[in-house]
């Protein structure tokens, strides 16, 4: 993992708009930038363009106006067959979790690593590691269907996390989970930032947001990012 300087701009969107097809713009005129090794809560209404913010960051969508740059790269100007080494810094939590199926628990979890050919010893050492602060540690073997909601999600989070990426983005990470699992998730979302991860987390639940005060907030409002009342 390539950690840059604290302070430096990780992502920045410069007057960027969005629509799908040729309906009307969901968002617009977004502009902000996040230093490396900066924590931020996403918040906004339900529609205002949350999970569209996220997918633009983390390269699902190209925007439909405006500049978006992420890791100093201009990505209207970045070719196709760079993109993928792009995401491969990028660790995210998905709504609807995207595990695959056939794959156990610490399968689905190890994934990133053995792609990028971390070696064996090292995964079946760290994944059941991670698997357990996450309280799944009874669940290594567990196929994604046998599995809660919650669950799922905690499977989702730790493939998120376990290779450390230059930056995360969770889309209502703890949207499944009880209060005492949120809180030991939000945590570990502290313990990689503080390994120098940006950490952007999506999220409705403002009890959550105010017990992090101490941490900085992009709210989006009527498809544009404002400062937060």
Do not use: C
């Amino acid at each position: 993992m390539r950690h840059r300087p604290r302070g430096e701009h990780i992502i920045r969107f410069d007057s960027v708009g969005l629509r799908y097809g040729l309906g009307p713009e969901v968002l617009q005129d977004v502009t902000f930038a996040l230093p490396s090794g900066s924590f931020h809560f996403l918040t906004g209404a339900s529609g205002a363009g949350k999970s569209s913010l996220l997918r633009l960051m983390y390269l699902g969508l190209r925007p439909s106006r405006g500049r978006v740059t992420l890791f100093d790269k201009d990505i209207a100007m970045t070719r196709r067959y760079e993109l993928p080494a792009l995401r491969r810094r990028i660790g995210v939590v998905f709504q609807d979790f995207q595990l695959l199926d056939h794959l156990s628990t610490l399968d689905n979890v190890a994934l990133p690593l053995r792609v990028r050919g971390v070696k064996e010893s090292e995964v079946q050492k760290h994944v059941p590691e991670l698997l357990g602060w996450v309280g799944l540690a009874d669940h290594l073997h567990a196929k994604p269907p046998t599995l809660s909601g919650g669950q799922k999600q905690r499977v989702a989070i730790a493939r998120a996390v376990i290779g450390r990426p230059d930056l995360l983005l969770a889309d209502e990470p703890t949207g499944n989970v009880d209060d005492h699992i949120a809180m030991r998730l939000l945590h570990l979302f502290e313990e990689l930032n503080k390994l120098g991860t940006t950490v952007v987390i999506a999220t409705h639940n403002q009890s959550l947001v105010d017990r992090f005060s101490q941490y900085s907030r992009l709210h989006i409002e009527r498809g544009t990012v404002v400062e937060p009342e």
